[in-house]
């Protein structure tokens, strides 16, 4: 708690909206009272802030692995349920976690029908940030490993899937793929080079909701 509400105490320094974190794990295993102690701990924070504070917290989509909570929607959607501080919440959706939890992101129609659940057990509107990773695991595998956008299991229809849809492409968007060099490039480089040539350019921006 201390670790943790120091990090938001600095990110009030710094001038940062939103601290992206993994809701943590039920380590004996009762996933029930996880979530509530996650709830609690939340709370909990937010409470021991000073007022001038508004800094807020994005939980962030989890591959599942071991006892590790956020990896079904349903679970994120009960945390924002019963925190008192949801004001202060929202969620961050990551490619690789999604992905080796079991949601689809390809084809179009599993792609459509991912996006539906997550509206229909979130809503978008509590969606604020992306982290775009490819996954070197397979799909449902519930293994963390992220890959180079296009290298891994997801592959790159996914990512073109995203990074075109209106209802969440002017999100921000983060990529946490392997840092390396490759003949000489660094990589991030490489990923978002790729990652723009699916972007489809005709379509208009428009302020990312995260930045207002």
Known sequence: MRAFT????RAEVLGVRWVVVHPG?????????GIG?????????????PSKNKVGCLLETTAGQGNTLGSRLEELAEILDRCSASDRLGICLDTCHLF?????????EEYSNTIKQIELTLGL???????????????????DRHA????????????????????VRCLPMYIET???ARNGE?????????????????RPAVPPKAME
């Open 6 to 9: 120091g990090e938001l105490r």
């Open 25 to 33: 794990a039920a380590t004996d295993g009762n996933r029930a009272k």
């Open 37 to 49: 102690r996650v709830v609690k701990a939340l709370d909990a924070a937010f409470d021991a802030l």
């Open 100 to 108: 080796a939890a079991g949601y689809p992101l390809s084809p179009p």
């Open 125 to 143: 509107k509590w969606v604020y940030a992306l982290h775009v990773n490819d996954s070197a695991a397979s799909f449902g595998s519930r293994i």
């Open 148 to 167: 180079h956008i296009g290298e891994g299991k997801i592959g790159l229809e996914a990512f073109r899937l995203l990074l075109n849809d209106e209802r």
């Open 178 to 180: 392997p840092k390396e």
């Open 186 to 202: 660094d990589m991030d480089v490489v990923n978002l080079r790729r990652l723009r040539t699916l972007v489809d350019a005709q």
